[in-house]
């Protein structure tokens, strides 16, 4: 299994990097926070998580093991799997979620796409005495620079597509999102459609 990656940076997306190690390019999925703090060109270090399926083979990145270690918490509750613990931590930074976990903030939880009132309940439940464990610190990393709206929308897109939602779900958020917040980052702008997304 792929533990940790360490090479230079080729490309940075929304959602993913790709990291060139002895020639070889891995793409990896990040949360948005992730993909602003690295620089295309220079070298960078992640904390990996590799799950593999019959169909295929993926790698999540982090640069902080503490927020790996949430992603690997949330996974163990029935019903979240890797994507939809990649979602949680691209809404909610790792002290929030601490936080909702730990007082039962279950309006908060539900702001994660793709979870409901009974799936927020059961992360409280399952994780309350467990989520100690891991720093309250959010993770680090500065965030990406703001760019026009325009150039942006593709990128929302193609992250949401990923993160599971269809492009009619997307779509509308997306559009929602930018007119909301044009002087956002890409970052921002994603986090506040995944939160539009959760409401509904």
Excluded: W
């Amino acid at each position: 299994m792929i533990a940790s990656l360490r090479g230079e940076v080729r490309h940075i997306g929304l959602d993913h990097v790709v990291v060139e190690c002895a020639g070889v390019g891995y793409r990896v999925l990040v949360a948005p926070a992730t993909a602003g703090s690295l620089t295309r060109g220079t070298e960078a270090s992640l904390l990996t998580s590799m799950v593999v399926r019959e169909d295929s083979m993926t790698l999540y990145g982090f640069t902080d093991g503490e927020v790996q270690e949430l992603f690997h918490l949330l996974q163990t509750v029935q019903g979240i799997g890797p994507r939809l613990a990649m979602a949680a931590i691209a809404v909610l930074d790792p002290g929030q979620m601490q936080s909702a976990i730990a007082n039962g903030d279950i309006k908060t939880l539900c702001l994660i796409p793709g979870i409901g009132k009974r799936v927020a309940e059961r992360i409280h439940v399952e994780l309350k005495d467990k989520v100690s464990a891991v720093s309250s610190e959010a993770a680090g990393g500065a965030t990406a620079a703001a760019a026009p709206a325009g150039g942006v929308s593709g990128q929302l897109l193609e992250a949401l597509e990923g993160l599971g939602f269809t492009p009619r779900q997307a779509e509308p958020a997306v559009a929602a999102a930018i007119e909301a917040g044009p002087d956002k980052s890409v970052g921002e702008l994603l986090r506040d459609a995944l939160k539009s997304l959760g409401r509904s």
